[in-house]
């Protein structure tokens, strides 16, 4: 658009294909490092520790609607690691783009669905050890799939049909903003990613060899 600048990436590889890139810290930022400057913006009683934010009830995060990240390019993947505190008892959408992209827990079970749950959803059952310790939670969505990793290693991939597309609201950390009432997520949330590419099993595998060890705590 005429006088409008607007900030794009050129890449490669699909790692660098990355639009939202947050980091936290005890000082109570949440910020951006993807060169988009999609800073997040902080609500309710948030706790902050030196490199994590802790949601609950009404203590969310949501992302600026930039045009970075409500466009669709036909793939997205999704990277946060998360520490859940307890077995929720109802859903807890603590990565989210309204109910349209999402990743969840539901009791001892963890799902990602992308493009609608209508195309299909990544659901697994979780062991009973598996709360209270750091995860790397990835899913990668296409027109022609969905994929979800933990802790690097694939643990499903289900064929779907039709396509991603942009929707109107916006990426929230601990809650759906869709459901704005409920399905609040009660978790530390490290660092959390947005990729506007489909990334492969040897790229979700690097980034939790490379950061494993910042959470090991």
Known sequence: MLGKEQRVKVY???????????????KGTATDRSGFENHGESHGPLQWGENYVQTTRDAYIEFPATPSLMQSTGAISLMAWIKPLKVPRGYADFFSKGDYTVMKLQGRQIAFFAGGWGRGTCEVTLPEDWFGKWHLVTGVGTGEHLALYIDGEPVQRIAVS??????ELPWNLGRNAEMPFSRFADMQIGSMRIFGA????????????????????
């Open 12 to 26: 490669a590889d699909a790692l660098d294909a990355c639009v939202l890139d947050a980091t936290f810290s005890d």
């Open 162 to 167: 039709g396509t991603i597309k942009a929707t």
């Open 198 to 217: 489909e990334l492969n099993e040897k790229q979700v595998k690097s980034v939790y060899d490379r950061e494993k060890s910042q959470y090991q705590h």
